[in-house]
């Protein structure tokens, strides 16, 4: 080998080696608000950085947002950001944030390629399947196909839910697509602010083809889904896992005995009840909480539970515990080892999120968010993330990158603007209690 060649060879070592140093990145894009649901931002942790806030400024949607990264119709990788109004349709903008290692900066969320057409009002989530995108909402219990083609995006179909029985009012929580169906989950409720006799009727779950045809319905053991929740249900294999809270959620010593894992079979549409807060509670008598998330990462299953604390209807306060098992432990009504058991006087936010890049965990807790890398939590309080944690959801782009975002053409009303100083401080709500949010309709605390 001569020298040259020599040479060559180490600098090729050395950088193999330098690249397969760098741990995996990815990122985790957040919303966040005042203690008055005003001034939404967006914001970034990029693996274990500080966060980075705001993005974009003064979004609007102040009584709750949702992020959902897709593939469109033409292969591109794009992100939606759904701002609920509370008076009307929610204002869906689509962004290109072009290469991810520039998505700490404000230029690259500037301003959204197209604001989507559609009827949803208080979105709950987004799904792609098929050159499409599917999404069903709290407000107006439908399930919405967008057309996504040539960066255009607008409502072509919709499907309405209605309930057999009028006492309920109808409500969209859970959507997922599953070979070439989707599943839709909805609730019915009457009167949930009277926590005395306010009522659930159990959730039943849809099936409907791509066009959003029915196709066929079944009804679940749990009440009360709430689908504004981070990782209130997931999808493993053919297995659709779905954690309730059981009905109207309670403070103090009261709980719901009810609130359940359950599981669904997609192939069949076969629902199996796993296990009962009642059933925890027989075994360990502290335990009288709600099942709010359950998300599966790989051979293992993690749940949170919550509990409302004060005695005090619609104050703050909370017990929140996550735990680690398995699916086979999980059938035999085993959910597992209790990995941290969090406690706080203020704060609401419940939810779970897997990173698969950087095998975090992230949970949402009060007003806080948790990251625990397998040995170790760190939280990113109200001063790091410069204001009260809203969305947050791990995005590990798909489909092909624009690396230069295309001129903006937002197709009209309200758009986002990219004020403010970029920050690395930390936020979260330090003050606010449950009682707006309940009151805005967002349903964090109710379903």
């Known amino acids: 080998m001569n020298r040259f060649t020599r040479a060559t060879f180490l600098i090729i070592a050395v950088a193999a080696a330098s690249l397969t140093a760098i741990p995996a990145r990815a990122d985790l894009i957040f919303t966040r608000q005042d203690n008055s ?149 909805f609730t019915g409720v009457n009167d949930p602010w009277d926590l005395t006799n306010g009522d659930y009727r159990l959730n039943e779950l849809v099936k409907l083809d791509a066009d959003l045809n029915f196709v066929a319905s079944a009804d679940m053991t749990g009440k009360n889904l709430d689908g504004f929740t981070p990782g209130s249900y997931c999808v493993k294999g053919n297995t659709l896992y779905v954690a309730t809270l059981g009905g109207v959620q309670q403070f103090g010593e009261k709980w719901n005995p009810g609130s359940c894992i359950e599981a669904v079979n997609l192939d069949t549409m076969a629902v199996s009840q796993l296990v009962s807060a009642d059933a925890v509670n027989k075994t360990d008598p502290t335990f009288k909480h709600m099942f709010d998330a359950v998300l599966c990462v790989g051979d293992k299953i993690y749940i949170q539970a919550a509990k409302w604390t004060s005695k005090d209807d619609y104050t703050a306060g909370y017990d929140i515990r996550i735990y680690e098992t398995t699916a086979e432990k999980l059938k035999k009504g085993d959910i597992g080892v209790l990995l941290k058991k969090f406690v706080g006087s203020y704060g609401y936010r419940l939810g779970l999120v897997h990173d698969e890049k950087t095998g975090y965990l992230w949970a949402g807790v009060g007003y806080s968010l948790w990251r625990y890398d397998g040995s170790s939590w760190t939280e990113y309080g109200s001063n790091a993330l410069s204001g009260n944690i809203a969305a947050y959801v791990a995005i590990n ?42 009151k805005y309709g967002r349903k964090s605390q109710k379903g």
């Open 397 to 438: 782009p798909a489909g092909a990158i624009d690396p230069i975002a295309p001129t903006p053409t937002p197709s009209g009303g309200e758009s986002s603007g990219g004020g403010g100083c970029s920050a690395t401080g930390f936020g979260l709500f330090s003050f606010l209690t449950i009682v707006p949010l309940l």
């Open 37 to 185: 649901y005003a001034n939404t931002a967006l914001g970034i942790i990029q693996g274990a950085s500080a966060p980075v806030s705001p993005l974009i400024s003064n979004m609007g949607g102040n009584a709750g947002q949702g992020i959902y990264p897709f593939v469109n119709a033409d292969g591109k990788f794009r992100t939606a950001v759904t701002l609920y109004t509370s008076n009307g349709t929610d204002v869906i903008n689509i962004y290109n944030p072009g290469e991810q290692s520039a998505w700490a900066t404000q230029s690259a969320w500037k301003a959204p390629l197209y604001e989507a057409v559609t009827t949803l009002h208080n979105t709950r989530t987004m799904v792609a399947m098929g050159g499409s995108l599917y999404a069903t909402a709290y407000d107006i219990p439908i399930v919405s196909k967008i057309s996504t083609g040539g960066d255009v995006y607008k409502q072509s179909k919709k499907y309405e839910y209605t309930h057999l029985n009028d006492k309920y009012n109808g409500h969209g929580e859970a959507l997922v697509a599953y070979n070439n169906s989707l599943y839709a989950i």
